[in-house]
């Protein structure tokens, strides 16, 4: 079946200005995460979703950063007044098991 | 504290060569890793599990317990191996705690 797809797959914005980034898990899997990475560096994680529970927040790097899943599947990350330091590859990953996690394709963001 | 560490950003090898990339953690218990594998283009997969004791693309990684490493391995370097590698391990709340990454060039 489709894997995970993210969209956009690129995104330029201004300073200040907020964004969204969406993902498109498989279907079935339960647990959905983002990640960030950044050039020359390997993954943050950032936030963790199974199921119905509360979502793990914990790799959120400030308050501008929120994610929600709406029914389960898609999945939104949203960062308002962006920062220069933001840019990054914002990666989304779905699993049924804790052990494979699924990737899709990422999401390039530049801010001016 | 649970933690993966890859000691090597990037590592450089001739074609034919032997590769090790290093992994190393820490955690109390008895651990599951995993390496994964971002090919340039390319989506990160997984490359290769310790508890299947696996061979994938001539790539093995053995769990040593002693010195906890899980350093992957592969006798004869191909140019397509040319990659990004990343040593994970299952958390005690299943979660993926993840190595920094080495970039793996292998030179013509």
């Known amino acids: 079946g489709a894997g995970v797809s993210q969209s956009p797959s690129n995104k330029v914005t201004e300073k200040g200005k907020d964004v969204e980034l969406r993902c498109d898990p498989i279907s079935g899997h339960t647990a959905l995460y983002w990640y960030r990475q950044s050039l020359g560096q390997g993954l943050e994680f950032l936030i963790y979703f199974q199921g119905n529970s509360a979502p793990d927040k914990s790799g959120l790097p400030s308050d501008r950063f929120s994610a929600e899943r709406t029914g389960g599947s898609v999945s939104t990350l949203t960062i308002q007044r962006t920062q220069q330091e933001d840019s990054a590859v914002y990666l989304c990953a779905s699993s049924s098991r804790p052990d494979t996690q699924y990737f899709g394709p990422g999401t390039r963001l530049t801010v001016l | ?108």
């Not at chain 2, 218990?29 to 299947?52: A, D, K, N």
């Not at chain 2, 391990?89 to 979660?95: D, M, P, R, T």
Request: with cysteine.
């Open chain 2, 1 to 108: 504290a649970q933690r993966v560490t890859q000691p090597e950003k990037l590592l450089s090898v001739f074609k034919g060569a032997p590769v090790e990339l290093k992994c190393n953690y820490s955690y109390s218990g008895s651990p599951e890793l995993f390496w994964y594998v971002q090919y340039s283009r390319q989506r990160l997969q997984l490359l290769l599990r310790h508890i299947s004791r696996e061979s994938i693309k001539g790539f093995t990684a053995d769990l040593n317990k002693g010195e906890t490493s899980f350093h992957l391995k592969k006798p004869f370097a191909q140019e397509e191996d040319s990659a990004m590698y990343y040593c994970a391990l299952i958390s005690s709340n299943y979660q993926l705690i993840w190595g920094a990454g080495t970039k793996l060039i292998i030179k013509p």
